[in-house]
């Protein structure tokens, strides 16, 4: 049984930030791209970043320069840090662990909500 379990979600001050995270349990941490995405009311959920296993990372545009993923293999670990939030960061942001070729998975966390309002 695979579980993510996101924590860090909170209300703070623009300007301001969080550091999200998400812990995974089962044995697939070591094989998957890791990523963050994000969905606010009435969106569609959009990529935040990603993280492959060699580290390599991708951001979304959107917050390239203000947010950082990182990954912890030892404690089956990911991080988001977020600087410089703006209301418009308002969203719930999920864990997803995927790995594309077989056996091919796409997992998800239950999201953890982060607002940016004064």
């Known amino acids: 049984q695979v579980q993510l379990v996101e924590s860090g979600g909170d209300l703070v001050q623009p300007g301001g930030s969080l550091r999200l995270s998400c812990a995974a349990s089962?044995?697939?941490?070591?094989?998957?791209?890791m990523g963050w995405y994000r969905q606010a009311p009435g969106k569609q959920r959009e990529l935040v970043a990603t993280i492959t296993t060699d580290g390599s990372t991708n951001y979304a545009s959107s917050v390239k320069g203000r947010f950082t993923i990182s990954r912890d293999n030892a404690k089956n670990t990911i991080y988001l840090q977020m600087n410089a939030l703006k209301p418009e960061d308002t969203a719930v942001y999920y864990c997803?662990?995927?790995?594309?070729?077989?056996?091919?998975?796409?997992?998800w966390g239950q999201g953890t909500q982060v607002t940016v309002s004064s």
């Open positions: 997803n662990a995927r790995k594309m070729f077989f056996p091919a998975y796409n997992y």
């Open positions: 089962g044995s697939i941490f070591s094989s998957s791209v």
